[in-house]
């Protein structure tokens, strides 16, 4: 398994922008594919958006589509989440996930970071 640390979290206003990190540690990084989710006060987790091993393809939730870039380098075990045109509905906790397989079911990530916190001002 991989070790999953997530950085970059912060209070942002509504319309700007932000960018959050997860380094891994542990088993080599780029035999994982590695997805973003969140989670909001009283729902449940949900899928963000992914990227495969190498990084050509990617998977984007509706909600977040046009607005969020994920991105990886495998030389710096670390795959990043560009947050553009931000709105309050994207205040979460927003966890990092590695897995052997991709795609939007949490249940296919082995790996899991502890989280950091985004919060969307009006």
């Known amino acids: 398994q991989v070790q999953l640390v997530e950085s970059g979290g912060g209070l942002v206003q509504a319309g700007g922008s932000h960018r959050l990190s997860c380094t891994a540690s542990?088993?080599?990084?780029?035999?994982?594919?590695m997805g973003w989710f969140r989670q909001a006060p009283g729902k449940e987790r949900d899928f963000v958006v992914a990227i495969t091993q190498s990084g050509g393809d990617t998977y984007y939730a509706t909600s977040v589509k046009g607005r969020f870039t994920i991105s990886r380098d495998n030389a710096k075990s670390t795959v990043y989440l560009q947050m553009n045109s931000l709105k309050p509905e994207d205040t979460a906790i927003y966890y990092c996930a590695a897995g052997l397989i991709v795609g939007p079911n949490p249940k296919v990530y082995e790996c899991w970071g502890q989280g950091t916190q985004v919060t969307v001002s009006s």
């Open positions: 542990g088993r080599t990084f780029s035999n994982y594919a």
